[in-house]
C-alpha cells in the first residue's frame, strides 16, 4: 500500500486547506485512516482518524470543532479539511492506514504500519 498525501501550503492565521491522501491499494475496504503531524522539534501527535467505514470520526482535542476528516472508499482517499487555522497548527502532516476492522481508530503511530510522505503547513499570523 503506498499513500500519496498533497493540499499542504501556506496559509494565513484563520485560513483554511484541505488535506487529501489517497491509497494505492486494490481496495480501500477495512482500512482505518489517520493523520498526525510534527512540528520541529516536536513529537509526532495524532490528529485525526477515520474507521474503515466512516462511521466514526475521531480528533486531537486542540482540532476539534475546527478540523473535519472525510474519507470517500470508491475514490480510496482520505481528506483532513482545515479550518480557522492557526499557527500552532503549523507542522508536516503525514496520512497513515491499517487495516483495522473496528469502529475505533488507533491514535497512536505504532498502529499504522503504511504511512505517507508528509505535507507540509505553514501559518502565519
Known amino acids: 500500500v503506498q499513500l500519496q498525501a498533497s493540499g499542504g501550503g501556506l496559509v494565513q492565521a484563520g485560513g483554511s486547506l484541505t488535506l487529501s491522501c489517497t491509497a494505492s491499494a486494490r481496495t480501500f475496504s477495512g482500512w482505518a485512516m489517520a493523520w498526525f503531524r510534527q512540528a520541529p522539534g516536536k513529537e509526532r501527535e495524532f490528529v485525526a482518524g477515520i474507521s474503515w467505514s466512516g462511521a466514526s470520526t475521531y480528533y486531537a482535542d486542540s482540532v476539534k470543532d475546527r478540523f473535519t476528516i472525510s474519507r470517500d472508499i470508491a475514490k480510496h482517499t482520505t481528506q483532513l479539511q482545515m479550518n480557522n487555522l492557526t499557527p500552532e497548527d503549523a507542522a508536516d502532516y503525514y496520512c497513515?492506514?491499517?487495516?483495522?476492522?473496528?469502529?475505533?481508530?488507533?491514535?497512536?503511530?505504532?498502529?499504522?504500519?503504511?504511512w505517507g510522505q508528509g505535507t507540509q503547513v505553514t501559518v502565519f499570523s
Open positions: 497513515a492506514a491499517e487495516k483495522f476492522l473496528s469502529q475505533r481508530v488507533p491514535r497512536y503511530q505504532t498502529g499504522y504500519t503504511y
